[in-house]
C-alpha cells in the first residue's frame, strides 16, 4: 500500500484487502483496486496535501483563529461546498433540536466548525489525518470536541448524544456494503439524527440526485423511522430522522 493512505484506520484498509483478495487473482490488481476505493471512499474528499496546508494553518492559527478555520474548512470538499452558508446552514439544521452534544459520523472537518460555535462533538471518520487535526485544534482552543479513527461498518461502539449527524454518509456506506446505511441508523444512540445528501457530485454535476436520494432515502426509513423534517438547505437535501420505538 502506498504512502498516500498511511493515515486511513488499519481495519478500513483490512476489510478492502480482504475483499479484494477474493476478487483479484494478482496481488498488483488486488493492490490497486484497494488504493483506488480508498480513494473514493476518503482520499477523493481531503488529499494528504490539502491535509498538510491543515496542518500549517493550525499551527499558525493563534494569530487569526477564525480566518484559520475558515482556510481549513475549505480543504474538505464536503465543508468547503457548505462554507459560503455555514452559519445559516447549521442555524436552520441543528437549531431547532437544541442539542449540547453532537455524534458526527464520518465527520470529515466537520466538528471544527461545530466546536467554534458551541457544541460539544464526538466524531468518527476512517481519515486518521482528519481526526489528529480535529483532535489538535480542539486541544489548542479547549473545546469539547474529540474524534475517532473508526470504520463505521466495523460496528466500533458510538457514545450516547443528543443528536446524530449522518451527512453525505449514506451513500458513501451504501456504496462499501449494501445495506449498511440503515444498519447503522439502527443502531445510533441518539433520539435524533440529521442525514443529509449531496445533491452534486464532486465534480460539480447534477444528475438528478435530490429525486434519486429522496426516493431511495424514504422508501428504506419508511419501515423504522419517522421523519420529522425534509428540507434543501443551500443545496443540500437534509432530514430529521426519529427511529420508531419498538
Ligand atoms: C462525503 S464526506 C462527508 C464528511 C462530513 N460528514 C461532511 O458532510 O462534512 C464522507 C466522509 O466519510 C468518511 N468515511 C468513508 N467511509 C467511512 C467508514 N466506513 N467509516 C467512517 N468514515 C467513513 C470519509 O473519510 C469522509 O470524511
Request: charged share 25%; hydrophobic share 40%.
Amino acid at each position: 500500500m502506498g504512502s498516500k493512505y498511511i493515515g486511513v484506520c488499519p481495519d478500513t484498509v483490512a476489510r478492502l484487502e480482504t475483499q479484494a483478495a477474493g476478487r483479484y487473482r494478482s496481488a498488483k490488481e488486488a493492490d490497486k483496486a484497494v488504493k483506488t476505493a480508498l480513494h473514493q471512499i476518503t482520499g477523493a474528499f481531503m488529499t494528504p496535501d490539502e491535509l498538510k496546508r491543515a496542518r500549517r494553518l493550525l499551527a499558525g492559527s493563534d494569530a487569526e483563529p477564525e480566518q484559520a478555520l475558515r482556510e481549513t474548512l475549505r480543504l474538505h470538499a464536503s465543508t468547503r461546498e457548505r462554507l459560503p452558508n455555514i452559519g445559516a446552514f447549521y442555524e436552520a439544521l441543528l437549531g431547532p433540536l437544541n442539542a449540547r452534544v453532537v455524534l458526527d459520523l464520518a465527520c470529515g472537518l466537520n466538528p471544527l466548525y461545530l466546536g467554534s460555535i458551541g457544541y460539544a462533538v464526538r466524531g468518527v471518520d476512517i481519515s486518521g489525518g482528519c481526526v489528529s487535526l480535529i483532535n489538535d485544534w480542539a486541544a489548542a482552543r479547549g473545546w469539547d470536541v474529540s474524534a475517532e479513527c473508526r470504520d463505521l461498518l466495523c460496528d466500533p461502539p458510538l457514545p450516547e448524544a443528543d443528536a446524530a449527524l449522518a451527512m453525505k454518509l449514506l451513500p458513501v456506506l451504501e456504496q462499501q456494503q449494501k445495506g449498511a446505511a440503515m444498519k447503522l441508523l439502527e443502531r445510533i444512540p441518539a433520539p435524533v439524527v440529521a442525514v443529509t445528501f449531496p445533491l452534486k457530485t464532486l465534480g460539480g454535476r447534477s444528475v438528478g440526485m435530490e429525486s434519486h436520494y429522496s426516493d431511495w432515502f424514504e422508501a428504506e426509513a419508511r419501515a423504522g423511522f419517522d421523519i420529522l423534517r425534509r428540507e434543501t438547505l443551500f443545496g443540500e437535501l437534509c432530514y430529521i430522522v426519529r427511529r420508531r420505538a419498538g
